[in-house]
């Protein structure tokens, strides 16, 4: 793989149900955060790691989690969805490098919520 | 609070020149990025200013006033393929990347 890959690339849930949306970088990025897009709001950062084994929340963290238990992967969790989590979800990852902070992105996921 | 304000929509006709404008408050300021994302896609990255001034890259430039809290997208010779979104995202006091809503150009042959 190269860049950023996310799964699965869309899905619709029931509200109330658990789901783990995946994000796998090879590009052996320190840092990955989780955005959610909605029409009109521009992206909205959920939750980010600056490093294997951190994470910190961003603008939107309620009713999400990570972990960042390696490099290369970062999940996002919902324990118990619901509708107003309808969105398009993006991972993103840099070098985290403070100077320069340029974030690469993977395709998106986009999750309805019934 | 932070704020990035961008228009909500512009409209250009193939050939032409659009500037794209975006002003920001925010906490501090570390470097000024402008993304492009065509619909149903992620966004990719076109610029990067930190410095004061023009930084030109083939049909598009970019420019920053830190005075002012501005910028600019200059996208010149316009073609169908350059109808998408343009993102404005500001490097916060945190090294946090702050998004603006977007703009969507749209292009009129």
């Known amino acids: 793989i190269a860049g950023i890959t996310q799964a699965p690339t869309s899905q619709i849930l029931a509200a109330g149900r658990r789901m783990t949306l995946r994000c796998t970088q090879d590009?052996?990025?320190?840092?990955m955060y989780w955005y959610r897009q909605d029409l009109g709001l521009g992206l909205r950062l959920i939750h980010y790691s600056n490093t294997a084994g951190t994470t910190g929340k961003g603008e939107v963290p309620d009713g999400y989690s990570v972990s960042r238990a390696n490099t290369d992967d970062f999940p996002l969790t919902l324990a118990s969805a619901v509708p107003s989590q309808t969105s398009v979800y993006f991972c993103?990852?840099?070098?985290?490098?403070?100077?320069?902070?340029?974030?690469?992105f993977g395709p998106g996921t986009r999750l309805t919520v019934l | 609070g932070q704020n990035i304000d961008q228009p909500t929509e512009m409209t250009a006709t193939e050939g032409a020149i659009v500037q794209i404008n975006c002003t920001y408050q925010t906490s501090g300021f570390n470097g000024l990025f402008w993304y492009q994302q065509h619909a149903g896609e992620a966004p990719t990255f076109l610029s990067y200013n930190v410095l004061d001034g023009l930084e030109e890259k083939g049909r598009f430039s970019s420019f920053l006033s830190r005075s002012k809290g501005y910028s600019y997208l200059l996208l010149k010779e316009l073609q169908m393929k350059d109808s998408a979104s343009y993102l404005c995202a500001v490097v916060d006091s945190n090294y946090q990347l702050i998004w603006g809503a977007g703009t969507k150009l749209i292009i009129k042959p």
């Open positions: 993103a990852s840099s070098s985290g490098d403070a100077e320069y902070n340029e974030q690469f």
């Open positions: 590009m052996r990025h320190n840092a």
